[in-house]
């Protein structure tokens, strides 16, 4: 049985259009459309995930810096700016690191490029005591801050501050990042959209690396835009041998069939490997609803994962989840198969690690964005609170959002 045919089934509408197509005697499909299409709904299910570890870090935490939030209205009664600090805030990806502790890329700070000038861009270094069945705090320590900087003057247009180069939410928005071998970062952003080399201190290497054929309408240069705000790299997988990138849009071009394309780009040769952006290596399909993705990792040479989300949060949020891919299995029409790995809306919480007194756990954020796999058993999610906005736990618009970092076991991802 192709499985091709079964994933296109995802849907009653896919499944008549599937079986028109890939059969030869439509008179005798009646009883294979039900097979197949019960069989679909079942590899549509995936097994609930368990939480196996809780750690929060509270939304009103800050780091000494310069006043922050000057150009943003009070909300859940935090009322800016924030004198002479900065929020830790804004997780957009997340990276393990040595010892029990992990790298927490923030993203420009604010939301938009006019509202962000005074808020620095930065990669924190964090160590959550996970809250397990078998103890722990449940806290999270931030130990190291890295500022972003350009002070070889990389980056091809003016930045806020002309003095230091230190890099602002006004800059660039950084949204995913992987480290080389060599202990550098490369880091994918959404305002040119490019791909951005630093050291380990932070320092810009080299100038943006941009595709032909993209340019945000953020893009601080005189490029048409292709693509829609805030629409830029969210994802970005390396392969296991650290030769390949793989970054991936947002949203999708304008005037192109709806999809998210998936790029290359050489490490070694520091190109990407498509000719033009209208040339992606692959293509993903969101579900319906579905307004964006949060994160992409492969665990294999071809193996990976990618977070879907709606734009909705806490209550009214009904698109948050996990699903499997790989590059070698591809639908009738070109895009990568998705299986459905975790509904993050619905998680098996036996322990009751969150301490709400429920044996049911949900992860409603509006924004998920940090995705690691720890094992074959068990990844960790972290989500983009966006401090002062986030209400997903708190629907009396008095709380903003903790930062939360989970552990789930999942289903085996390999043998």
Not at 7 to 18: D, E, G, I, N, V
Not at 216 to 240: C, H, K
Not at 283 to 295: E, F, K, P
Request: hydrophobic letters at 35%.
């Amino acid at each position: 049985m192709n499985s091709r045919i079964i994933y296109s089934l995802t849907s009653p509408l896919r499944t008549a259009k599937s079986l028109s197509k890939h059969s030869k005697r439509p008179g005798r499909n009646t009883l294979r459309w039900l097979i197949l299409l019960l069989l679909s709904q079942t590899t549509a299910i995936s097994q609930a995930a368990t939480l196996i570890g809780f750690a929060t870090l509270p939304a009103d935490t800050f780091t000494p810096g310069p006043s922050s939030g000057q150009l943003i209205e009070a909300s859940n009664e935090r009322q800016p700016p924030f004198k002479d600090q900065q929020p830790v805030q804004g997780f957009s990806a997340l990276l393990i690191g040595e010892n029990g502790s992990y790298f927490a890329l923030s993203d420009n700070g604010f939301g938009r490029r006019d509202n962000s000038f005074d808020y620095l861009l930065s990669i924190y270094q964090i160590v959550p005591d996970f809250r397990t069945a078998n103890g722990g705090t449940g806290n999270i320590q931030v130990t190291e801050i890295t500022h972003l900087s350009d002070p070889q003057h990389h980056l091809p247009y003016p930045v806020i501050h002309k003095a230091s180069r230190q890099l602002t939410g006004a800059d660039l928005d950084p949204e995913s990042f992987r480290r080389a071998a060599d202990g550098s970062f490369w880091i994918g952003e959404e305002f040119n959209p490019s791909l951005l080399h630093l050291n380990t201190k932070g320092t810009l290497l080299a100038p943006p690396f941009k595709l032909d054929g993209l340019a945000s309408v953020d893009n601080p240069s005189d490029e048409p835009a292709t693509l829609p705000r805030s629409r830029g790299f969210e994802g970005m997988a390396i392969s296991p041998d650290g030769k390949w990138l793989y970054p991936m849009l947002e949203g999708g071009l304008k005037d192109t069939e709806a999809g998210l394309n998936i790029y290359t780009f050489d490490l070694e040769q520091q190109v990407f490997f498509n000719n033009h952006a209208n040339q992606p290596s692959y293509r993903y399909r969101l579900d319906n609803g579905a307004t964006a993705i949060g994160d992409f990792t492969l665990y294999s040479k071809t193996q990976g994962l990618v977070i879907e989300r709606d734009s909705k949060q806490g209550e009214n949020a009904l698109i948050k989840k996990i699903y499997k891919v790989d590059f070698k299995q591809l639908d009738a029409d070109g895009f990568l198969i998705k299986t459905l790995l975790v509904d993050l809306l619905e998680i098996k919480d036996p322990h009751d690690l969150n301490r709400d007194g429920e044996s049911q756990f949900s992860f409603p954020f509006w924004t998920i964005e940090g995705l690691v796999v720890l094992n074959r058993t068990t990844v960790g999610i972290v989500n983009d609170n966006n401090y002062p906005f986030g209400q997903a736990r708190d629907n009396s618009n008095t709380q903003p959002d903790n930062n939360e970092f989970i552990l789930l076991e999942i289903t085996p991802l390999w043998d």
